[in-house]
């Protein structure tokens, strides 16, 4: 089953935790997830994907501007209705924004007819909330939660389609 994460990213943070993510999905079984820059995404890909997360770097506490012109246009035409969405994000800052602009995707996703999801707090710890935030600086001490986010979005995608 294929799964794709696509992201923004000018210094290498969200393009960082989107392979994180990615390699998450992956260990769940019969599952193929690739990892895509928005400026250069695989529409057949996509559209053959079951579930696609979007990551941006949080600017002025929001979503980043090319996340926000893919969903106004490309996504209009991807293909996502029905499929599993989610979001993560990377900032500088714990207060900086991080859960706002997951939320606003999040919101896209939902007008798009995406179903939404993160796991939240239904695992127990670690707990996901709405989606995962990794900050400059500490990329390290995240990974393990964005591998097991992966792993969430894709044993709920596999649970529906599989
Ligand atoms: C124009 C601009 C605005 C930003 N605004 C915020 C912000 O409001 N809150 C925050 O925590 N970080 C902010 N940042 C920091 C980035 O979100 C952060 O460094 C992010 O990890 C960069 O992602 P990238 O390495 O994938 O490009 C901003 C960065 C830029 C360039």
Not at 4 to 24: C, D, F, P, R, W
Request: aromatic letters at 8%; proline letters at 3%.
């Amino acid at each position: 089953m294929k799964m794709t994460v696509l992201y923004h990213s000018v210094t290498g943070n969200t393009k960082t935790m989107a392979q994180v993510i990615a390699e998450g999905m992956m260990t769940v079984a019969g599952v193929e997830a690739k990892a895509f820059p928005i400026e250069n995404w695989d529409a057949a890909w996509v559209k053959e994907s079951k579930c696609v997360v979007l990551g941006t770097p949080i600017y002025l506490a929001d979503l980043c501007s090319a996340v926000k012109v893919w969903l106004d246009g490309p996504a209009l035409k991807a293909g996502l209705a029905g499929k599993v969405g989610g979001a993560f994000a990377t900032a500088d800052y714990l207060h900086g924004g991080g859960d706002l602009g997951i939320q606003t995707i999040l919101n896209h996703m939902m007008v798009l007819g995406m179903l939404t999801y993160s796991g939240g707090g239904s695992f127990g710890k670690p707990v996901i909330h709405l989606g995962p935030v990794a900050l400059h600086g500490h990329l390290e001490e995240s990974k393990e939660l964005f591998r097991l986010y992966g792993q969430r979005m894709a044993t709920k995608t596999v649970s529906l389609f599989g």
